[in-house]
Structures are given as structure tokens and as C-alpha cells.
């Protein structure tokens, strides 16, 4: 159930850290400053249970309680309005126990409001003993029709509550929440509900045994058995001691517990059940409390009979006589181990956070919405050589090229609320910039202003200069494929996914936007080349082996290249085959070819055409130097016929020596015949 004011906000806004207001009165104000450190949920709930504790010690009734929690509660996490029913003495319906914002009409309306399945929140939670959360009263089958308008018409839209049940599995009543507006609760709500509700239990049950205890105190006069009989009964460990602190009665469920008889117990016997090494310190305790005169409380470790230890909350109170005099202390130990294994792991927790927070490889740091540095990790002051206060000028360190950069990006962070990540260059200590990813997570206060914000920098310098390499990489790799016209390409061609270099966009003639596949390549290919290309990729596919083929490209513009297309074949770790290849432009080698071998063709007719005419020069001079006469075969007569041809057409008077018969005759004659006089008679 809830109030009617319109109070709520979406369930992320609200902080139940706030709720620590609940070690507060109700209508009471913080006398510390607004800088003051809020204490954790942890922290002020257990506050809460100790103020419980001191009310009910103090003599207030059990109605005041419940509305100093509930009213503690409204006011410090609004927009909720809490209220706690009791369960009748019958077990069968509820009574309103406790709800100070609760309209009177509308608690006049549901007294008593019987418990069952669909008895809305608080019935059907007192009914299966378990919490019942329902979001949206106007639709929830689980709230009776016939109830419906009335809790709408109170402006009740959401109602979640928790069952109070004592250790003996009873059901003594409800705890709920109400909110004006349909809503579901966050892991944060079901804290509060589940402790609040345990702190109402604790009142709850502290009450009854007040009052067994209270009923039994009458009663002592008329029956000491009865009296023993329902201090035995009560759901506490219970004792009572002389003025001098010696004890002389505990209840059944103490002796239980410490597996001690009374006469073991009585006297100072009691103290065997105290752990040896809080033994000391407790009596000394219980002997300044005997001394003052006035209740006093402490927390030790008590033996259970099968011998472990745990946590007790030992308090003790005098009864004094008409004259003021003390006749006996009455006391009780409350178990509160699950209460100090929550602070132990709560501590535990802080101890691993700060190691986190000191050993994670990467800058932590907080910061206030004005931009001032507030906490860093050892890391961080140590990468910057700088104290914490040096770093409130934490923009100095941003390399004076990201500054204009970095700056208005954080401060619209801070007025957006939004994260923020963005990476930029800081300043070693030794004068050196290195690139950082910086992230941060603005936290927000009840009215969803910025008031912190949480960083984290991760140093990526490693990172960015294998991207500025791999980058060159690329773009090396990008200019020696447009030199070489080669184009590379990955294809899986079981499912058509495909990879293209620039070039090959280039070479193929397709925009770059275009998505690559085998169908494109295939539209590209001259129609007389495309059944073979076909059949290569079938093969290649099929085999998962190497795949190469030469074919021509028609273009869009009905231009003709010829490329070389190599594939390579492999298998990814599911077993898929998969190509990785090349496509060359080979047009410009093939036109090259195609002019070499044209130039060939003409090299070849003129040297057929040379041998011919040769051939006819050789019958000429053979014919003019009688070749068959003179030359023959002897290389000495060829050099010989080499002198002629160069001295028979020159004025020059030759002289030929040797004797007769040794063909001076022939050669004067060949002379003759090829000098300017060759038409004259000459006789040899």
C-alpha cells in the first residue's frame, strides 16, 4: 500500500543508501554538515535495530516503535509509505499496528483484513509466509476486486510486503511498502524491505517477551512454577542475578544452549560458556555495570552445547525496591552472529575493494562535478610522480592537442549525466605522452544532479602505435597493389562471404560501397570465358583445393582486361574451406606479348628475306670469282678471296709473287674481273 502524495520517481533514482535516515527520529534533522560521510545501508540499518532496541529498553511500547520505523522510513526514502499489521490472536486476520502517513479512512477500512491466497499484498504474504510483491494494484489478480477501488482511490498503486515470522516459523504480521504509482522493485528495495521488516520483527518479538516476561513478573507471587514455566517459553535466552552479580536463574532456553545445568550455571559458574579469550573483559564489564547501578549492554561470544561460538548481545537491567535499593539484575543475550557476519563480510568486502582498487592495472580515480580530484590509486600517482593535491590541475597533464578535445567533451558529461569514453594523451612523470582510454561513470544524487563521477584509464599506447603500424601497413600494401594492379580477396564460397582489397574493386570495375560475392566476379567475366570460370570455382569448392584461372573481364564500359586469378585453399577450425587469393591485371603484359610477338613475326620475314638475298649474292660472287675454281672449302683461300674483293675495285698496282703453277693465274684474273678495267683484254 502507499501514499497518496505523488512522491515517486523511477525506481533507478532512488538511493536506498538514504534509508540509512532510519537511525534518525522521525522529524529530527542530522546535526552534522551536508559533507558530512553518509553511512553505508549496512551501517545505519544495523543502527536501526540497535535504536530499536534501546526504545523497547527504555520503556517504549511497541506501537511507538513500529511508528518511529515506519515514519524514519517515509521520510528518508520517500516516495514510500510504510505500515505494519499484526496478526489477531486467532492467526486468521490483520490489525494495523503502525503507519503514521496512512489515511485513518483507509485503515478503518481494512480492520481487521482477513489473510488468504489474493488477500492482497500483506494478506496473501501473512497467508503463504512469503513476500509478496505486486506492481500495478489495478490489474494484479492477487488483490480482491471488491478492495480494489478502494486502494486506487487512495491513491494506493503498488503495495510489496514482507511476512514477519518468529524463529518458530509464526506469523506475527506484515511489513509493506506502498508506492502512488505502479512499480517494481530493484535489488536495492528488497534490502530495505527484507531489513526493516526484520528490525519490525525484532520489536515485535522483543515485545511479546517484554510482556511474557512482564506477565510472568505478576504472576511470581501467586506460582514460581508458572513463572519459571513461561520464562522458559519465551523466545530469548533469559536470566536473573543477586545485587552482588552472582547469578541464581537461567531460563531453559539458556541452559539449552550452553549444554550447562542451573547448578553448573549458578554463581559465577556461567562464565564457562564464555569464550576464554573474551572471558575477562566481560566480567570486568559485568562488574562496572553492577557498579553504576544502571543497565549496561555489551557483545561476546557464548559456547553452544555442541561448541561453537557465537555472537550474543548481553544487556542487562536492575529492579530496585520502593527505596531505590537494588534487589536483582534481569538480563538477557541476544544472538546477533548473523548480524556481525554481515559486518565481518561487509568489511571484508571494503578490504578486497581497495585491493581492487590498488592492484587493478589501470588509473582509478573519483571526481566531483566541479572537475576537483578527490581519491586516485597508487598507481596513478605513481605513473604521474605527483601528490594527490598536484593533481587537482589534472588538465595540465592533457597533451595541449587533446585539451581542446578532451575538456568540453567532460563537461558535457557533467551536464548530461551521460558516460563518458575517450581516449587521449597524458604526461609521465619523466615528460613522456602516452595515449589512455578514459572512462568515466557519472553518479547522480536523489534529484539527478551529477555529484561525482567515477574514472577508470587504461593505458593503450602499445595499442595505438600497432594500429598507426598496421594503418602504414595498409597503406603500403594499398599502394603496391595499385602499382602491381593486384588485388587480394578472401571468400568462404560455401556461403558466398566475401573480402576485396581496394584494387580489386578497382580491377573488377565496382564501387567500393558494392558488397563483394562470387556473382559479382561471375557478371564481370567475358561471356566466353564465364562457363570455365564456373567450373574452376565448382572444383575448387567441391575439392577445397588450389584454384587458378586466366579469363577476360568485360567491363560497363564494354572495355576488355585480362586478369590471372590464384586462390589458395584452406580450412578454418570448423572444417569450412576457405580461399585466400590474388587478381592480377596481366592486360598490359598480355598487350606487351601480343606487340613482342608481332615484332618477332617481322624479325623473323626480314631474316627469311637476308638469307634469301644472301643466298643471291653468294651465286653472283661465286659466279663473278669463279668460287668453285678458287675458293673450294680451304679457309686460307677464303682469306685470300677477302683481300681480292677488297683490292680489285682500287687504282692500286698489285703485285703477286710465287712461282709458276701455284694459281698466280687465277688470282691476277679474279683481280682483273672486278676492277674498273675489267672490260680490257688481259693476258696472264
Known amino acids: 500500500m502507499s501514499s497518496p502524495e505523488p512522491r515517486l520517481k523511477p525506481d533507478h533514482e532512488i538511493q536506498i543508501g538514504d534509508a540509512a535516515g532510519v537511525l534518525q527520529p522521525a522529524g529530527s534533522e542530522s546535526k552534522q554538515g551536508r559533507n558530512t560521510t553518509i553511512p553505508s545501508q549496512a551501517e545505519s540499518l544495523l543502527a536501526a535495530e540497535k535504536r530499536t532496541l534501546e526504545m523497547m529498553a527504555n520503556g517504549a511500547s511497541l506501537s511507538e516503535v513500529l511508528n518511529d520505523l515506519c515514519a524514519s522510513i517515509d521520510a528518508h526514502a520517500p516516495p514510500v509509505t510504510s505500515m505494519v499489521c499484526l496478526m489477531d490472536p486467532e492467526g486468521k486476520q490483520l490489525l494495523p499496528g503502525a503507519g503514521p502517513h496512512l489515511p485513518a479512512a483507509f485503515a478503518a477500512a481494512i480492520t481487521p483484513w482477513p489473510i488468504g491466497a489474493n488477500r492482497g499484498s500483506c ?30 482511490s487512495h491513491g494506493f498503486c503498488a503495495a510489496w510486503s514482507e511476512p514477519l515470522i518468529s524463529k518458530d ?117 559485568w562488574r562496572r555495570v553492577l557498579a553504576s547501578g544502571e543497565a549496561g549492554e555489551t557483545e561476546g561470544r557464548l559456547r553452544r552445547f555442541d561448541g561453537e561460538y557465537r555472537c550474543f548481545l548481553f544487556r542487562a537491567s536492575p529492579l530496585r525496591n520502593e527505596s531505590g535499593k537494588i534487589v536483582k539484575w534481569y538480563g538477557t543475550n541476544t544472538d546477533i552472529e548473523e548480524r556481525k557476519r554481515a559486518e565481518d563480510a561487509l568489511r571484508a568486502a571494503e578490504r578486497e575493494l581497495r585491493l581492487t582498487f590498488d592492484t587493478i592495472p589501470g588509473f582509478v580515480w573519483t571526481m566531483t562535478a566541479s572537475g576537483d580530484v578527490e581519491l586516485v590509486n597508487p598507481q596513478m600517482l605513481a605513473y604521474f610522480g605527483k601528490t594527490l593535491e598536484e593533481l587537482k590541475e589534472w588538465a595540465l597533464f592533457v597533451h595541449p592537442d587533446d585539451r581542446a578535445r578532451v575538456l568540453p567533451y567532460w563537461k558535457n558529461t557533467v551536464q548530461t549525466g551521460q558516460p563518458y569514453d575517450v581516449e587521449h594523451r597524458l604526461r609521465r612523470a619523466d615528460g613522456v605522452y602516452r595515449w589512455f582510454r578514459g572512462r568515466g561513470l557519472p553518479l547522480r ?28 601497413s595498409r597503406v603500403y600494401l594499398t599502394e603496391a597493389q595499385r602499382l602491381s594492379r593486384t588485388g587480394s580477396f578472401g ?90 587469393g590474388a587478381v592480377m591485371d596481366v592486360t598490359a603484359q598480355r598487350q606487351a606479348r601480343a606487340e613482342l610477338e608481332k615484332a618477332f613475326e617481322e624479325i623473323k620475314r626480314l631474316k627469311d628475306r637476308l638469307h634469301d638475298e644472301n643466298v643471291v649474292l653468294r651465286e653472283q660472287i661465286d659466279q663473278a670469282f669463279m668460287f668453285e675454281e678458287i675458293v673450294g672449302s680451304s679457309p686460307a683461300l677464303k682469306t685470300v678471296l677477302s683481300s681480292i674483293v677488297k683490292v680489285a675495285p682500287t687504282d692500286s698496282t698489285v703485285l703477286i709473287t710465287g712461282e709458276t703453277g701455284t694459281g698466280k693465274e687465277l688470282i691476277a684474273r679474279a683481280i682483273h674481273k672486278g676492277s674498273q678495267r675489267a672490260g680490257t683484254l688481259l693476258s696472264v
Open 445 to 472: 544524487d536523489t534529484e539527478g544532479h551529477v555529484v561525482r563521477c567515477y574514472n577508470l584509464l587504461t593505458d593503450i599506447d602499445e595499442r595505438k602505435k600497432a594500429e598507426e603500424e598496421l594503418r602504414r
Open 169 to 285: 516459523g509464526e506469523v506475527l504480521g506484515t511489513f509493506c511498502l506502498s508506492y502512488a504509482e505502479p512499480r517494481i522493485p530493484n535489488s536495492r528495495d528488497l534490502e530495505l524491505i527484507q531489513a526493516a521488516a526484520h528490525i519490525a520483527l525484532i520489536a515485535i518479538e522483543l515485545e511479546r517477551a517484554g510482556l511474557a516476561l512482564k506477565k510472568a513478573l505478576v504472576e511470581i507471587k501467586n506460582s514460581e512454577n508458572r513463572l519459571r514455566t513461561i520464562i522458559d517459553t519465551i523466545p530469548a535466552l533469559a536470566w536473573s542475578a543477586r545485587p552482588d552479580g552472582s547469578a541464581e536463574f537461567f531460563n531453559r532456553r539458556w541452559l539449552d544452549y550452553a549444554g550447562l545445568s542451573a547448578e553448573e550455571a549458578s554463581d559465577w559458574g556461567w562464565t564457562a560458556a564464555v569464550h576464554p579469550e573474551e572471558r575477562g573483559r566481560l566480567v570486568d564489564h
Open 491 to 580: 571468400c568462404r564460397l560455401s556461403t558466398g562471404e566475401m573480402f576485396w582489397s581496394e584494387e580489386t574493386f578497382r580491377i573488377y570495375g565496382y564501387d567500393p560501397s558494392t558488397q563483394p560475392s562470387v556473382e559479382r566476379v561471375l557478371e564481370r567475366v567475358h561471356p566466353e570465358d564465364r562457363a570455365v570460370v564456373q567450373e574452376r570455382i565448382d572444383h575448387a569448392n567441391r575439392d577445397g583445393k588450389d584454384c587458378h584461372v586466366e579469363c577476360r573481364l568485360l567491363l560497363s564500359d564494354d572495355s576488355v582486361k585480362h586478369v590471372r586469378i590464384e586462390a589458395h585453399a584452406s580450412k578454418n577450425e570448423l572444417g569450412i574451406p576457405e580461399f585466400i
Open 123 to 152: 494478506g496473501t504474504a501473512a497467508f503463504t509466509k512469503q513476500r509478496v510483491i505486486i506492481p500495478d494494484i489495478s490489474n494484479d489478480p492477487r488483490w480482491p476486486d471488491e478492495a480494489r477501488a478502494l486502494a486506487l
